[in-house]
Nanobody
Framework: QLQLVESGGGLVQTGGSLRLSCVAS????????IGWFRQAPGKEREGVSC????????SYADSVKGRFTISRDNAKNTVFLQMNSLKPEDTAVYYC???????????????WGQGTQVTVSS
């Protein structure tokens, strides 16, 4: 069964840090780009960051540039999102998904994960 499982969310104060993990089961991540997305209450899901299959290329939403870092460990079938200098507006459920490539309208492979809640208190 193809599955992505996110973890590492939690409650943190403004300025704090969290490290999210996205672990794949049922398939290997190393041939897929992985994107992190987030959805805040009442808002649409938005792209946060993406990393190419080999990790040579990364991209970030303007709102998180300089604060978030995406990385991957293909040997562990895991992608990470290090989030520093967190702000209340970063509060959302964070999801990961696999794609054939990073970029708009890239075909998605497999299901969305169940998400992990990140809450940043002011």
């Amino acid at each position: 069964q193809l599955q992505l499982v996110e973890s590492g969310g939690g409650l943190v104060q403004t300025g704090g840090s969290l490290r999210l993990s996205c672990v794949a089961s049922g398939f290997t991540l190393d041939t897929y780009a992985i994107g992190w997305f987030r959805q805040a209450p009442g808002k649409e899901r938005e792209g946060v960051s993406c990393i190419s299959s080999r990790g040579r290329s990364t991209s970030y939403a303007d709102s998180v540039k300089g604060r978030f870092t995406i990385s991957r460990d293909n040997a562990k079938n895991t992608v990470f999102l290090q989030m520093n200098s967190l702000k209340p507006e970063d509060t959302a459920v964070y999801y990961c998904a696999a794609f054939t490539r990073c970029g708009t309208n890239a075909p998605r492979f497999g299901p969305w994960g169940q998400g992990t809640q990140v809450t940043v208190s002011s």
